[in-house]
Nanobody, 114 residues
Framework: QVQLVESGGGLVQAGGSLRLSCAASGIIFRFSTMGWYRQAPGKQRELVATISPGGNTNYADSVKGRFTISRDNAKNTVYLQMNSLKPEDTAVYYC????????WGQGTQVTVSS
């Protein structure tokens, strides 16, 4: 059974930082492309960042230079370090395992106050 469990969300002031974690089980993590997506109220879910098994990363233009995705294969965990947060970063953030079948975590709320 595949499980992706996010943690680390919360309320932060603009300019602050948060670190999200996603612990994975039931998958061969080291061979998996992992990603973070977000969905703001009234908007579609959008890509934030992805990281390949080899560590290649991809970011949405809106977060480049502020967010960093990383992975620890020994802990089956993917991280999203978010710096210089803006109110427009407010959303539910979801962990994703890509592939022929997509798997999603339950989401963690990030709220950035102005």
């Amino acid at each position: 059974q595949v499980q992706l469990v996010e943690s680390g969300g919360g309320l932060v002031q603009a300019g602050g930082s948060l670190r999200l974690s996603c612990a994975a089980s039931g998958i061969i993590f080291r061979f998996s492309t992992m990603g973070w997506y977000r969905q703001a109220p009234g908007k579609q879910r959008e890509l934030v960042a992805t990281i390949s098994p080899g560590g290649n990363t991809n970011y949405a233009d809106s977060v480049k230079g502020r967010f960093t995705i990383s992975r620890d294969n020994a802990k089956n965990t993917v991280y999203l370090q978010m710096n210089s947060l803006k109110p427009e970063d407010t959303a539910v953030y979801y962990c994703n395992k890509g592939g022929p079948v997509d798997y999603w975590g339950q989401g963690t709320q990030v709220t950035v106050s102005s």
